[in-house]
T-cell receptor, first 116, second 108 residues
Framework: EAGVAQSPRYKIIEKRQSVAFWCNPI?????LYWYQQILGQGPKLLIQ????????DSQLPKDRFSAERLKGVDSTLKIQPAKLEDSAVYLC??????????????FGPGTRLTVL | AQRVTQPEKLLSVFKGAPVELKCNYS??????LFWYVQYSRQRLQLLLR??SRESIKGFTADLNKGETSFHLKKPFAQEEDSAMYYC??????????FGTGTQLKVEL
């Protein structure tokens, strides 16, 4: 089966600009995740969707970050305006079932964002 | 709050030598622990899960609740084991908390 797709793979912007990332999960997967991975750190969960509803966005900086998953399939993550500390790899993952029990997450290749 | 600690940023071993990647966690409940691996230019992927109690690519990991540890071990390192390894904890809701990762370098 095709894996999780993300675009773009790389993005360079200046601070205070806006940027958007796109994720297409594995077909039929109910749950979608966005992670932020800063250099030298492990991935940190930003937001978790089950179908088209938000399950957890407690670690999403809502003053500048937003995310949506229209129709319960694709998702976009937006940063507006970007700050230098937003430079990171943004990973999207999906899992087949809901969040009531553990089920394996499958990761995309990530988008590397550089904010100058 | 849940936390995963991987004390080594880099671990360098010779081919054929034993490998142990350390992971400690803090969590008030009964966690599920995992090891994820990222090979060069590849995606992050699940290596093994403590509850499965299986050996994957020769790697094993035992959950020690007394020491709150979940170290990853392999008796004989291979060149293809060189990768970034992340320990992760799932404390409910299928949400993962990752450690900072250990880069394993297997030298010939």
């Amino acid at each position: 089966e095709a894996g999780v797709a993300q675009s773009p793979r790389y993005k360079i912007i200046e601070k205070r600009q806006s940027v958007a990332f796109w994720c297409n999960p594995i077909s039929g997967h109910a749950t979608l995740y966005w992670y932020q991975q800063i250099l030298g750190q492990g991935p940190k969960l930003l937001i978790q969707f089950q179908n088209n509803g938000v399950v957890d966005d407690s670690q999403l900086p809502k003053d500048r970050f937003s995310a949506e998953r229209l129709k319960g399939v694709d998702s976009t993550l937006k940063i507006q305006p970007a700050k230098l500390e937003d430079s990171a790899v943004y990973l999207c993952a999906s899992s087949p079932y809901g969040t009531a029990q553990y089920n394996e997450q499958f990761f995309g290749p990530g988008t590397r964002l550089t904010v100058l | 709050a849940q936390r995963v600690t991987q004390p080594e940023k880099l671990l360098s071993v010779f081919k054929g030598a034993p490998v142990e990647l350390k992971c400690n966690y803090s969590y008030s409940g009964s966690p599920e622990l995992f090891w994820y691996v990222q090979y060069s230019r590849q995606r992050l992927q699940l290596l093994l899960r403590h509850i499965s109690r299986e050996s994957i690519k020769g790697f094993t990991a035992d959950l020690n609740k007394g020491e709150t540890s979940f170290h990853l071990k392999k008796p004989f390192a291979q060149e293809e084991d060189s990768a970034m390894y992340y320990c992760a904890l799932e404390g409910g809701g299928n949400k993962l908390t990752f450690g900072t990762g250990t880069q394993l370098k297997v030298e010939l």
